[in-house]
């Protein structure tokens, strides 16, 4: 079972900050061993005592002791009663959905993950599940999309990958007065620098194969919520069956334990990034909520602690020039994904969101979005410039 911060309070009753929670939270010293790093339980079987009766764990995918140290982890860094972790961000999006009953509706954002909406679209859908895309920072917009079917509101923010910021707080209560719960996608942000259900969440979804594993080395996402809702999650985690395994779940926990600092650097270098491309003349617009600018920054500053790692802009030119610059980075790696320690340039519209082209959700032709690492700014700087020029 997973604790909350609460649970990992020495004995005086001083709550544990949050960068010694990710280092020692649910990661006590092996008690065999001494080991001070949770121990790979490369096993896909445990031997019980006796029939009927086991020591905590039986199977693999419905229980191992390295994925239960991550999900004690994750949840203390959520504030949630406990976590559960899946093989991907879309498998814990999957089970979040199976939650649901053919007609039942989900209220999602404009600007999400392709992946999510066509997870939504082309594969719930057919069970049933009804969806309706709607910009979230109009709560007009929100509250005439509710239906008394409604059992979603689906956020991100920020958002994948035009980085808008939604009021959660606003959207928790909106929801709440239709009997509907928030779901707040987290993974831009990583609880390092928000944490959605001080606003009133639900459920809050992570892909942890970006910030919070954060070396591009593994494949995993995770779901933190309350003890109830957790519980019919891993039902799901252990009758579907897309459970990470022990390695990926020890990968992921051993990028936790430095989220807080890596989150820093990642935070500063994208600030220094943005600010330049909004001065650079073949730059149309730029995507950054720590922009003094940027339409979400005093709400960014009121819900998060830094502005995070993650930028869009719109290159002057058009999508050719735009495919032009992502593919005239050296230090930026034209790739997928996000969140590793190195950093990445895509062009959301043919890579990662292709899947929404021709719906509300269509991302501009000429839209280009990096994960800003943590390299050296300078040297970053230097090649945006190359590429630009």
């Not at 459970?243 to 926990?253: E, I, Q, S």
Request: net charge negative.
């Amino acid at each position: 079972m997973s604790r909350s911060t609460d649970d990992h309070a020495p004995n005086d009753g001083h709550p544990l900050a949050f960068d010694t929670r990710a280092i020692h939270v649910g990661q006590d010293p092996d008690p065999r061993t001494g080991a001070v790093t949770v121990p790979i339980y490369q096993t896909s079987t445990f031997a019980q005592p006796r029939v009927g009766e086991h020591t905590g764990y039986e199977y693999a995918r419905t229980g191992n002791p390295t994925r239960t140290a991550l999900q004690e982890c994750l949840a203390s860094l959520e504030d949630t009663d406990e976590a559960v972790c899946f093989a991907s961000g879309l498998a814990a999006e999957d089970a979040v959905f199976r939650l649901l009953s053919p007609g039942d509706h989900v209220v999602m954002a404009d600007d999400v993950y392709g992946g999510t909406w066509r997870q939504i679209a082309q594969v719930h859908s057919r069970f049933g599940i009804e969806v309706s895309a709607v910009d979230l920072n109009d709560l007009d917009a929100v509250r005439a999309a509710m239906r008394p079917t409604t059992r979603y509101v689906w956020a991100e923010t920020p958002s994948n990958p035009l980085l808008k910021i939604l009021d959660l707080g606003a959207l928790a209560e909106l929801a709440h007065e239709h009997g509907a719960r928030l779901v707040a996608d987290n993974t831009f942000a990583t609880p390092a620098l928000q944490q959605p259900t001080s606003m009133g969440a639900d459920l809050v979804l992570h892909s942890t194969t970006k910030y919070l594993g954060g070396h591009s080395d593994v494949v995993g996402g995770a779901v933190c919520t309350d003890a109830a809702t957790a519980a019919e999650l891993a039902f799901l985690q252990n009758a579907v069956g897309a459970v990470p395994g022990p390695f990926d779940a020890w990968l992921t926990l051993r990028g936790v334990k430095t989220l807080g600092i890596r989150m820093a650097r990642h935070s500063s270098n994208a600030a220094r990034i943005a600010q330049w491309l909004t001065t650079h003349p073949k730059v149309a617009a730029v995507h950054y909520p720590g922009l003094a600018s940027d339409p979400g920054h005093a709400l960014a500053a009121t819900q998060m602690s830094a502005f995070g790692g993650m930028v869009s802009f719109r290159v002057a030119g058009g999508i050719e020039a735009a495919k032009a610059v992502a593919e005239g980075t050296e230090l930026f790696f034209l790739a997928e994904s996000l969140g590793g320690v190195e950093s990445l340039i895509e062009h959301p519209g043919i890579m990662t969101h292709a899947s929404v082209a021709g719906t509300a959700l269509e991302v501009p032709d000429d839209l280009l979005r990096l994960s800003v690492g943590i390299e050296e700014v300078e040297d970053l700087l230097a090649d945006l410039e190359r590429a630009l020029g």
